[in-house]
Nanobody, 123 residues
Framework: QEQLVESGGGSVQAGGSLRLSCRASRTIIRDYSMGWFRQAPGKEREGVAGIDPDGSTSYAESVKGRFTISRDNAKNTLYLQMNNLRPEDTAMYYC?????????????????WGQGTQVTVSS
């Protein structure tokens, strides 16, 4: 069973930045599609950003221009750089991976998930 471990969450003020990391412990991520998802209290989980093995990316409209997803295959790690954070970005953030993906922001496409890291943005 693959283990994905997220880190980098925390509390920041609006306008601040955070970088989330997600490291896979057993699987070499090079050939996998990876994604970031988030879930705020009382809301459904939503796709934030996704990246394919060839580097193609997708972003939710709400984060375009502020968030950047990237991967370092040599370090077996996925990143999410989050700039100009807003209070509405407050959520638990999860990374996920799948060998094959048609819709990068569809959580049903992913079959391995991390435990999540909390991001809290205050106004």
């Amino acid at each position: 069973q693959e283990q994905l471990v997220e880190s980098g969450g925390g509390s920041v003020q609006a306008g601040g930045s955070l970088r989330l990391s997600c490291r896979a412990s057993r699987t070499i991520i090079r050939d996998y599609s990876m994604g970031w998802f988030r879930q705020a209290p009382g809301k459904e989980r939503e796709g934030v950003a996704g990246i394919d093995p060839d580097g193609s990316t997708s972003y939710a409209e709400s984060v375009k221009g502020r968030f950047t997803i990237s991967r370092d295959n040599a370090k077996n790690t996925l990143y999410l750089q989050m700039n100009n954070l807003r209070p509405e970005d407050t959520a638990m953030y999860y990374c996920a991976m799948t060998f094959w993906c048609l819709q990068r922001l569809d959580e049903n496409e992913y079959n391995h998930w991390g435990q999540g890291t909390q991001v809290t943005v205050s106004s």
